[in-house]
């Protein structure tokens, strides 16, 4: 089971968890009741050892900050990221840490109902692939709250380091999504990065 911690974004600077796990998982959270409803079923859901951070976002520092935060103040071999409407399938951890172990891939995609391993909504990567890309974090820092995710999948896959298992299960449960766009900044600023080349990490092109 993963153990489950709480931490608000006010107190970031003075938390740390220097204990070596074999993954850590960061929620960002508004909403503590969902965000811990969630974290529960993920816990239960799975037989590897772990830490489940849920990091309250009292500061609204967004969810790329967020996770970047948790990312730099804890150590594992593997860190990834969900969100507080994640439901788990079960031993969604287990199929998600296998396929990286026996894969050597640098970002696991989890099945999520809807992009189905292109695009890794909720994901799950190798620190030591990940200090590669970014150095620092888990994202590029210059997005807010969307298509961080999306640059971090397309150099993974432009890479070889992209794996999914669909037996990796966690889905995004939100019966709104239909309802709200993306962050046009985030929108704007991804279209730039990708006809740069994400900083030359990759070939430059134009997204559709």
């Known amino acids: 089971m993963l153990r489950i911690s709480h931490v608000k974004t006010s107190a970031l ?24 409803k969630a974290a529960e079923v993920m816990s239960r859901r799975t037989d590897r050892e772990g830490l489940l951070v849920i990091a309250e976002d009292d500061l609204r520092l967004g969810f790329i900050a967020t996770a970047n935060g948790i990312y730099s103040k804890t150590r594992s071999a593997c860190f990834g990221y969900a969100a507080q409407d994640a439901f788990a399938g079960q ?3 287990d199929y998600g840490l296998n396929a990286l172990e026996k894969s050597g891939a640098g970002l696991l995609a989890f099945n999520d109902g809807r992009f189905f391993g ?9 620190r030591r692939w990940l200090k590669s890309v970014y150095e620092d974090g888990v994202f590029y820092a210059g997005y807010r709250s969307h298509f961080a995710d999306t640059e971090l999948s397309v150099i993974a896959l432009a890479s070889g380091n992209l794996v999914f298992n669909p037996n990796a299960l966690l889905i995004e449960v939100d019966y709104e999504k239909h309802l709200h766009g993306n962050n046009p900044t985030d929108e704007s600023l991804y ?3 990708a006809e740069q080349g994400f900083d030359g990490r990759m070939e430059p092109f134009v997204p559709a």
Request: proline share 3%; no cysteine.
């Open 13 to 36: 600077t003075n938390y740390a968890d220097q204990r070596a796990h074999d993954a850590v998982i960061v929620m960002p959270a508004t909403d503590m009741e969902l965000a811990s």
């Open 91 to 93: 031993y969604w951890l």
């Open 118 to 126: 292109k695009i890794a909504v909720f994901g799950l990567a190798m």
């Open 191 to 193: 279209r730039k990065r």
